[in-house]
């Protein structure tokens, strides 16, 4: 099924229901696919999800961000005094 994102906002409740039902429902938007609503079964896994993404994590092992606030307060400070 496909509907616009006009169709949407006024037609949600049939769009849920045909997710219900297995159908998978592109939402378009200017004529093109943005969104695709499907049943929480064939939704994508979490977990793998953030595996495949190389940029995950990337900062877990800095030792000067261990604390965010101090961290932040430190690029905030000003470089130079006069």
Known sequence: MQITSKE???QA???????RRG???EITYHGKVVALL????????EQSQDEALPGFGMWADRK???DSVEYVR???KPRYTL
């Open 13 to 19: 409740k049939n769009a849920l229901e045909a997710v």
């Open 74 to 76: 430190n690029l905030r």
């Open 38 to 45: 499907v049943a929480p079964d064939y939704a994508v896994d």
């Open 8 to 10: 949407l906002r006024i």
């Open 23 to 25: 159908e998978e429902v």
């Open 64 to 66: 000067d961000m261990e």
